[in-house]
């Protein structure tokens, strides 16, 4: 619950991407917090939601975060070392086609 405090989390099962955004210490070390936050401050509630999570162990380079759409016929993705808010800006506007905030 900590990690949520304090942030603009939106739960809406309208939005067309859901972004689980590793929190696990690995990943906190290395800027899972900022990323979390840059991901808050620029995604539309009405089109992504942003999700802390914990994300299983993997070998890529954290911070790590996990693309789910929720519309048909889109792929499902993970892309890891996401560790600047131009990262995420790029993330939304080229990789989801999102028009951020």
């Known amino acids: 619950a900590d990690i949520?405090?304090?942030k603009n989390v939106?739960?809406?099962p309208s939005a067309?991407?859901?972004i689980y955004i590793d929190q696990s210490k690995a990943s906190l070390d290395r800027g899972g917090s900022?990323?979390?936050d840059?991901?808050?401050s620029l995604s539309p509630p009405s089109k992504v939601q942003v999700i802390p999570c914990v994300l299983p162990k993997s070998n890529k380079k954290?911070?790590?975060i996990r693309c789910v759409s929720t519309q048909m016929?889109?792929?499902?993705?993970?892309i890891s070392n996401?560790?600047?808010v131009d990262k995420c800006y790029r993330i939304l506007t080229k990789h989801l086609q999102v028009k951020v905030k």
């Open 4 to 6: 949520m405090a304090g």
């Open 10 to 12: 939106s739960f809406l």
């Open 16 to 18: 067309e991407w859901q």
């Open 34 to 36: 900022a990323t979390l």
């Open 38 to 40: 840059a991901f808050c």
């Open 62 to 64: 954290p911070p790590l």
């Open 73 to 78: 016929g889109r792929s499902n993705f993970d």
């Open 82 to 84: 996401v560790n600047s």
